[in-house]
Every structure is written in structure tokens, then in C-alpha cells.
């Protein structure tokens, strides 16, 4: 059974604690990063690499340590994806394409204005990408884009659809996530993919480059600690977490200008 967060209490320990702060000191970091000279003409590749990226580091946090090279040929069908670790790093790769491709352009010439899906369309579209491969082996059709549990994704979406600031939500859907999952397999994958949808269609980071998960994996065992610590009857620890969530988002600003860089330049960047 599924922990519901005791809400009046959650939002007065985060309105109480030192979070906005925390958001207002990264926010010259998330703007260079929008404006950056590499992201004017670039973007569309920016992005591309950004999906394989992510694909490289989520794959990473579930323990699947893959060559990143390999990686990008094998995204583009030119490496073979019989190794379990590539072969998870490319369904990753997917659901990021995918959401990618979701969002409106960051520069175009003329507006143009995307169709969003439904955030519940969203969320069943990339389990159905990350668990396409194993349908018939490992899982089953009925388990896949079906809820093991619907009482807990409905907090999930309540949590992502609060009126909460767009770095708190994220990482408040993460860590129910984690501790809550709602999908057989894959959740945390899933909420790693539509919490970055946010980050993007919420303005809070637009450009959808950010290498959300390059400081998670960097510091791994410190994170985990983190979030594993997350309990929902004591609002401080979630605190902690969302407090650790918004410095690695600061922390990735760096590593995603070096790699926009290197988009720039034609040069591959490893991280």
C-alpha cells in the first residue's frame, strides 16, 4: 500500500526551509545556459547528444556501466545491442528522443506551437518505450503503460501538477518514484524522463540540454544516501532531498556548457 504524503505538512517544512534560496542562486547558471552562443544555431544537435547522454548516465544510476561510444553507434544501428547494459542505454535513449521531440523548437524563426500530450499519455507513452524490448521475455503486455499500482501515480501526477516551483516538483516525483513505484519496472526511469518534460515546458530550463543525472552519477553514493533517506512521514528529509535534487541541478550547468561546446565544435564529449 502506498505512503500518501501528508500535504499541509510537506508544503509548510518546504516553505519553512531554505529551498527558494537555493533556487534563486542557480538561476544566473540556468540563464547563461539559455543564451549560451552554442544553442543558437546548434540546438537541434545539442539536444540529440543530450538524449544519448542522459541515456549513458540513467543507465548508469541502474548499474549498467556502458561505453559511450558504442552507445551512440548503437542508436543509430551501427553496434550491435546484444550487451544488456547497451541494450538498456538505447531503450533510455528512446524515451529521451522521444520527449525531445515532444517539445516546442528553442529557436525558430517563426512561433510554432506543439501539440503536449496529456500528462497520464505521457507518462504510459515512455514506460511503453523503455519496456517494448522485453514484452514476451520479462514482462507482459498488460504490464506495460499500465499502473501496477494507479493510487500511486496519481500522487505522482499530483506532486508534478502542484503549485509548487518546477525544480521541487521534479524532485519530489523523484523520490516518489523511487519509493512508491508504480510500474513493474522502470519507474524511476519514467519519472527521470518526465520530470525533464518539466524542467522544459515549465521554462524553468527550456532549452532541454541540462544533463540532469551527470552529477548524480558523479557523486552517487552521497545522492542514494539522499534519497534513500527520503521518508514521507518526516517532511525533512523529503526537504533534504529536494535541497540536493536543486544543487545537482546547479551542478550540471558546467558539464552541459563544456559538452554544447563540443556540439559547437564537432568534437565528441565523454563524460
Not at 546548434?42 to 561505453?67: C, F, H, K, P, S
Not at 520479462?138 to 499530483?158: L, Y
Not at 532541454?208 to 548524480?216: A, C, E, H, K, N
Request: aromatic share 8%; proline share 6%; net charge negative.
Amino acid at each position: 500500500m502506498s505512503v500518501e504524503p501528508n500535504w499541509y505538512e510537506l508544503s509548510e517544512a518546504i516553505a519553512a526551509s531554505s529551498i527558494d534560496e537555493h533556487i534563486r542562486l542557480i538561476d544566473p547558471a540556468l540563464i547563461d545556459l539559455r543564451f549560451t552562443e552554442g544553442l543558437r544555431r546548434n540546438w537541434e544537435a545539442a539536444r540529440a547528444e543530450t538524449n544519448i547522454q542522459l541515456a549513458y548516465t540513467d543507465a548508469a544510476l541502474d548499474g549498467a556501466r556502458v561505453n559511450l561510444n558504442h552507445l551512440r553507434l548503437a542508436s543509430i544501428g551501427r553496434a550491435e545491442t546484444t550487451d544488456p547494459g547497451i541494450a538498456l542505454a538505447v531503450d533510455y535513449w528512446r524515451a529521451h528522443l522521444w520527449i525531445s521531440q515532444i517539445w516546442n523548437p528553442l529557436n525558430a524563426r517563426r512561433p510554432v506551437k506543439k501539440h503536449e500530450p496529456p500528462l497520464p499519455v505521457i507518462i504510459a507513452s515512455v514506460h511503453k518505450l523503455l519496456s517494448a524490448r522485453l514484452v514476451g521475455t520479462q514482462v507482459s503486455s498488460s504490464e506495460v503503460a499500465i499502473p501496477s499500482d494507479p493510487a500511486r501515480t496519481q500522487v505522482f501526477i499530483r506532486l508534478l501538477s502542484s503549485s509548487l516551483p518546477a525544480a521541487v516538483r521534479c524532485a519530489l516525483a523523484v523520490a516518489w518514484a523511487h519509493h512508491n513505484p508504480f510500474f513493474t519496472r522502470h519507474c524511476d526511469e519514467v519519472a527521470r524522463v518526465v520530470i525533464r518534460h518539466l524542467l522544459v515546458t515549465s521554462g524553468f530550463e527550456p532549452t532541454g540540454t541540462l544533463l540532469l543525472t551527470y552529477p548524480w552519477v558523479a557523486q552517487i553514493d552521497r545522492t542514494n544516501a539522499v534519497l534513500d533517506a527520503v521518508d514521507w512521514h518526516d517532511p525533512e528529509t523529503v526537504v533534504r532531498w529536494v535541497e540536493r535534487w536543486i544543487e545537482m541541478l546547479g551542478e550540471a550547468v558546467d558539464p552541459t556548457l563544456t559538452m554544447i561546446r563540443h556540439v559547437q565544435a564537432g568534437t565528441p564529449f565523454d563524460t
